[in-house]
């Protein structure tokens, strides 16, 4: 008898049973335990051939799982890349495109520089100390008079939002003072920055604005009209 149509144990089956923790690591999962059997196979395959049809036809069951861009020459690349890293760089078949490394793309990127500030008084924010610094590079002036007043002016906006409460103007300008060394002085000036209630109105407007849309508006008490209703009026026109 065949050994292939043999009757086989069923306990010898439990043993022969494969659990994952035992399987090779996937370097691609989402292409699953076949293609990547598949690969194992075209590797140990001999003849040039042979291994480059197979290679070819691994190619074109990648590209079945997204048919939309099977023809699609950047993402042939692609194809042919995940292909050669699936088979660890052992897979030597010709390419039509550069077949890639294991030491470049083991390559770790620069680690990119991100500005750590850590600002005394972080409710104003960088984009001040930023304006800060332009000024104190401007020539003394009208114009320079007028950058410094809309810092002061802004300073005070965003001191509101955060703390939510009123504040002094000796007390921007002695910030102010400070975040620019001691160049922008308004400790003696004699002008007075915006109102308070001014700049909380246009906080709170800026805040309605930010809120998501279609929320309802609830509508108070005061708003609706109160008062008696009508006594029922006779027609007049319908008595004779």
């Keep these: 008898m065949n050994s292939k149509y043999k009757k086989e144990n069923a306990n010898d089956v439990v043993h022969h049973l494969e659990y994952n923790a035992e399987r090779s690591h996937l370097i691609i999962p989402e292409y699953g335990r076949h293609l990547q059997k598949l690969i194992e196979q075209a590797v140990a395959i001999e003849d040039v051939e042979e291994r480059n ?136 000036s004699t002008e007075t920055l915006l109102n308070t209630t001014d700049l909380l109105r246009t906080n709170k407007r800026i805040s309605n604005k930010i809120a998501p849309a279609g929320q309802p508006k609830i509508q108070s008490n005061k708003n609706l009209k109160t008062g008696k209703s009508k006594p029922f009026q006779k027609n007049n026109n319908n008595q004779k």
Excluded: C
Excluded at 107 to 128: A, E, S
């Design 53 to 188: 049809k197979a290679a070819k036809y691994i190619i074109q069951v990648m590209g079945s799982l997204n048919p939309h861009l099977r023809d699609v020459l950047d993402f042939q690349h692609k194809l042919w890349d995940q292909l050669f890293i699936m088979s660890d760089f052992r897979l030597d078949v010709e390419s039509p495109y550069p077949i890639p490394s294991r030491e470049v793309l083991q390559l770790k990127p620069d680690v990119l520089k991100y500005p750590q500030n850590f600002p005394k008084y972080r409710y104003y924010g960088n984009n001040i100390k930023y304006m800060i610094d332009v000024a104190n590079k401007w020539e003394d002036g009208d114009m320079k008079n007028a950058l410094v007043k809309v810092i002061a002016n802004h300073m005070k906006k965003s001191y509101l939002s955060w703390n939510k409460d009123t504040v002094k103007d000796d007390v921007i300008y002695e910030h102010l003072y400070e975040l620019s060394d001691g160049k922008l002085n308004m400790l003696e």
